[in-house]
C-alpha cells in the first residue's frame, strides 16, 4: 500500500485484523483457524519482530495476543 507504519500503527493494525471489535461480543464465535495461526505464527516470530519494533510495542502486541488467545479459547469451549 506505500504507507509507513509507526510501531503503534503496526501493532493496532496486527490486533484489529486478529480480532476486530466484534470478537469481543458475546455472541460471537472463535476465531477462524487462519487468524488464530497468525497470532502463533508472530508469537514464534518475536525475534525478529524484536528487531523491527520497539519493545514497549512488542510488550503490549503480547499482553494483547495472550489476551485474545485466552477469550478464544473460552469461546471454543461454550
Known amino acids: 500500500m506505500g504507507q509507513t507504519l509507526t510501531d503503534?500503527?503496526?501493532?493496532?493494525?496486527?490486533?484489529?485484523?486478529?480480532a476486530p471489535n466484534v470478537f469481543y461480543a458475546s455472541d460471537c464465535g472463535p476465531l477462524d483457524e487462519d487468524r488464530e495461526s497468525f497470532i502463533y505464527w508472530l508469537k514464534s516470530n518475536y525475534n525478529l519482530i524484536n528487531n523491527k519494533i520497539s519493545k514497549e510495542s512488542l510488550d503490549y502486541l503480547d499482553r494483547n495476543l495472550e489476551s485474545i488467545l485466552r477469550l478464544n479459547l473460552e469461546k471454543k469451549r461454550k
Open 8 to 18: 503503534e500503527g503496526f501493532v493496532g493494525e496486527t490486533l484489529h485484523f486478529i
